[in-house]
């Protein structure tokens, strides 16, 4: 007795002319011991409204019938989008015609005269249908998933953005204001001419403390919200080019495809982000390195950024874990933005590419998030 994959009478349509061979299909089955249901039709419009009406777990159909035939009837369930294995059952099949229904996607056939079969060709192929369905559900799932997990890190990226400008913008109004207020004020004491000299050096390094303050305070907010962006991606990335050579002493050099490059907002975000992310990995990962190459092209309707080094390079499982959280992050904004994100290492160093085709980064959200936000720091910036 075969298996029956659905625990239950398995509802067969059968699309037969010969009430005869009806028959002996219903005759077979009864003999395999294989619970069933099945229900005779022998013309196209009935078969069309049977297979449509949900009931059947599988087709069998004869190949030649009286102006149709078996493939004509699996176009047509094609045409109503229904999903069910089917088998076709014919006297006499050639072997063209055979491979051509394969081919076009029926699960499998059988010949009259080997008809005690059927059992076990319907048995494995509703199993085959009811793996292939299931694989789906869980690519359906999977795919879903990964949107999902794409939108959180989207909305995750865009927080951090919004957060590092309220601290930016916070650090600027209370922290360097309060800064300059007693710079101001220790200044003015300075120039007492009755000033103790002890006082007045006391005074003096209070006056350097509070200048280094004010500088960190400066440098803190250009990396949390870098203003050097209202001046164009070139400048941005020129001057973070800069910041690490006098931070670390490994020469950088940064080239152009011209002096101005116009990209919308959020691209020019991605770019500036995955520089910073680059440079901050050479500095981690390649202490050894003494130059720093960064190309910056808009050459062909495509923004380019790559960051190389001419460090040792990394191995694939330190890439991978370089590539865990950082450049993880920027590859999902490059997606978001319509590019891409691309990192090799060789024993000749480390290369950050990143891509972005500039037809159309300008259309759906992206823009119109990169915007607001935009809008939403400049209403800030005049209120200051």
């Known amino acids: ?58 087709v069998l159909a004869d190949y030649h019938l009286p102006g149709f035939s078996g493939l004509d009837a699996w176009d047509r369930m094609g045409e109503l989008r229904v999903d069910l ?36 060709v319907i048995e494995r ?22 949107r999902r997990l794409a939108e959180l890190a989207e909305h995750l990226q865009t927080s951090i953005e919004q957060e590092r400008a309220d601290i930016a913008r916070e650090i600027h109004d209370d922290i360097g204001g309060s800064l300059a207020a007693v710079k101001l004020d220790l200044a003015w004491i300075a120039r007492r001419p009755a000033l103790d000299p002890d006082v007045r050096q006391h005074m003096d390094t209070a006056l350097e403390m509070l200048q280094h303050a004010l500088g960190a305070s400066q440098r803190i907010m250009m990396n949390l919200r870098p203003p050097i962006l209202d001046q164009g991606l070139v400048a941005a990335v020129q001057w973070l080019g800069g910041g690490f050579e006098k931070r670390t002493g490994v020469r950088v050099s940064v080239r152009r495809s011209a002096d101005q490059i116009d990209v919308p907002r959020p691209v020019q975000l991605v770019a500036y982000r995955c520089a910073q992310e680059a440079l901050t990995n050479v500095s981690k990962h390649a202490p050894q390195a003494t130059q720093v190459d960064i190309d910056l092209s808009d050459r062909e309707g495509v923004l380019t950024l790559e960051v190389s080094d001419n460090g040792q390079g990394l191995s694939a499982e330190a890439l991978r874990k370089a590539k865990s959280f950082g450049l993880l992050g920027l590859q999902e904004r490059a997606a978001k933005v319509g590019g891409w994100l691309d990192i090799s290492s060789s024993a000749r160093g480390t290369s950050v590419i990143l891509s972005v085709p500039l037809d ?23 209120q200051q």
Do not use: C, W
Not at 86 to 115: Q, T
Not at 125 to 146: F, P
Not at 360 to 382: I, K, L, P
């Open 1 to 58: 007795m075969p298996e029956n994959p659905l625990n239950r009478p398995v509802r067969i349509l059968h699309l037969e002319d010969s009430r005869v061979d009806h028959a002996l299909v219903k005759f077979a089955l009864q003999r395999s011991g294989l619970q069933h249901d099945i229900l005779l039709v022998d013309t196209l419009d009935d078969f069309g409204r049977e297979v449509s009406s949900g009931r059947y777990d599988i």
């Open 85 to 120: 294995p089917f088998v076709i059952l014919s006297g006499a099949i050639g072997e063209a015609a055979a491979v051509e229904a394969i081919h076009r996607g029926v699960s499998d056939y059988v010949l009259k005269d080997n008809i005690s079969r059927v059992a076990h």
């Open 125 to 146: 192929a509703i199993e085959v249908s009811e793996t292939r369905r299931a694989k789906a559900r869980a690519d359906a799932d999977l795919a879903e998933s990964r």
């Open 360 to 382: 159309g980064v300008t259309a759906t959200d992206a823009e119109n998030e990169g915007a607001n936000h935009h809008n939403n720091d400049q209403t800030r910036d005049s």
